[in-house]
């Protein structure tokens, strides 16, 4: 099976724009989750989707948000970007709801967002 | 905010030794996990270990959970230079919502 692809893989903005980041989990998974790691705050849970449904979410400001299509795939934006929005934003996708004890994910290679 | 902290911060040692890496957390869990990162990746999934276990072995990997400590480790036996990458632990705990909660991580360099 194919992993889990995000795209895009590098992205270059400017502070105020907004960003829209995409994943497509591995066929099969309906669980999405997002991350954003940073060499300050490491890695920290934004939020979780599964089956179009928001289940799970971070302590980030509302100008994160995301959402899931019917087809499991996810999509992560952000408006009026910020300098310390910079980051490696990771997906990761799971079978069932990641939050349950099964509970293993399997990580797409992150886009890396450059806010300039 | 980040439940696991990981020691050490950093671990370099030679090829063939074995590679120590620990995690303590704050809150109680239901598993704890482990993942790799090559240089800036994605995580890639090692070993999960639920709150009832104690010890798990996958291949050079053996992990022990210490739930009255809060604690967790990491060993790799026989290291080889493309081990080198960050470990991470991350915990889940269904009173955090059950999301994954991850450590700041260990970098371990293994030199040929």
């Known amino acids: 099976k194919a992993g889990v692809t995000q795209t895009p893989r590098y992205l270059i903005k400017t502070r105020g724009q907004q960003v829209t980041l995409s994943c497509s989990p591995i066929?099969?998974?309906?669980?999405v989750s997002w991350y954003q790691q940073t060499p300050g705050q490491g890695l920290q849970f934004l939020f979780e989707y599964f089956s179009e449904t928001q289940r799970n979410k971070g302590n980030f400001p509302g100008r994160f948000s995301g959402r899931q299509f019917s087809n499991s795939r996810s999509e992560m934006n952000v408006s009026t970007l910020e300098l310390g929005d910079s980051a490696l934003y990771l997906c990761?996708?799971?079978?069932?709801?990641?939050?349950?004890?099964?509970?293993?994910?399997?990580f797409g290679p992150g886009t890396r967002l450059t806010v300039l | 905010s980040q439940q696991g902290e990981e020691d050490p911060q950093a671990l370099s040692i030679q090829e063939g030794e074995n590679a120590t890496m620990n995690c303590s957390y704050k809150?109680?869990?239901?598993?704890l996990q482990w993942y790799r990162q090559n240089s800036g990746r994605g995580l890639v999934h090692l070993i999960l270990i639920r709150s009832n276990e104690r010890e798990k072995h996958s291949g050079r990997l053996r992990v022990t959970l210490d739930t009255s400590k809060k604690s967790s480790s990491l060993l790799i036996t026989a290291s080889r230079a493309a081990d080198t990458a960050s470990y991470f632990c991350?915990?889940?705990?269904?009173?955090?919502?059950?999301?994954?909660?991850f450590g700041q991580g260990t970098e371990l360099s293994v030199k040929p």
């Open positions: 066929s099969g998974h309906r669980s």
């Open positions: 809150t109680s869990i239901n598993n």
């Open positions: 990761a996708s799971s079978l069932g709801w990641a939050s349950g004890n099964s509970g293993t994910q399997y």
């Open positions: 991350a915990t889940v705990s269904y009173n955090q919502g059950g999301k994954l909660i």
